[in-house]
């Protein structure tokens, strides 16, 4: 029984493994290494024990995350899991279950915001003013649209870019993005 895994009495140790995992995988909690997951939460594994235990465990995790697992698909995907040599227990099966139940969204959440290659828009303020100086003396007293955007990606500063446009610029603007709107919509409906 020495390469086994250790069990530990009850679900508690590995439901704290698994969240454990997901904060380092997935939430981006650099502070939870392995060596605290072990002592916290299995302190009488050896170390090559825990860590055989803990490379199961995420991949698992990563298996079912990475699929984006339903609830049926998970059970299919357990049940082989467990019939498979080396795989998992069926306790531990139920543990998975359970705490993919209740973390689905938030991993699901992670791993989009996690891909997204750039910034992206978090907010846009805008103003009309008028135009009190100019080059052109025509120009003075002309409405002007003021447009703040935040850009910016989570957890992180964000940048602000902010811009003029006289009343052609944004006819013009809102041409764009009628355009878009349009791309979208055609590729969103359903026949």
Not at 72 to 99: C, M, P, R, S
């Amino acid at each position: 029984m020495a390469a086994e895994q250790p069990q530990p009495a009850g679900s508690r140790p590995l439901s704290g493994l698994l969240s454990g995992i997901a904060q380092a995988a997935y939430y981006g909690h650099a502070g939870v290494t392995e060596e605290l997951l072990r002592g916290q939460l299995y302190p009488e594994a050896a170390p090559h024990e825990f860590r055989a235990l803990l490379a199961k465990m995420s991949g698992v995790l990563k298996s079912v995350a990475s699929a984006d697992m339903d609830l049926n698909q998970l059970e299919a995907f357990l049940t082989a899991q467990t019939k498979k040599q080396g795989g998992i227990t069926a306790d531990q099966a139920a543990v998975i279950a359970e705490f993919w139940k209740n973390h689905r969204t938030k991993i699901r959440e992670s791993l989009i915001n996690q891909s997204r290659w750039d910034n992206t828009l978090k907010n846009v303020n805008w103003r009309v003013d008028l135009k009190s100086q100019s080059r052109h003396i025509d120009q003075i007293n002309t409405p002007v649209a003021i447009v703040e955007m935040e850009l910016g990606k989570d957890r992180q500063a964000s940048e602000f870019l902010c811009l003029e446009f006289d009343e052609a610029k944004v006819n013009q603007m809102l041409k764009k993005l009628s355009e878009i709107e349009e791309s979208i919509k055609a590729l969103t409906q359903t026949t």
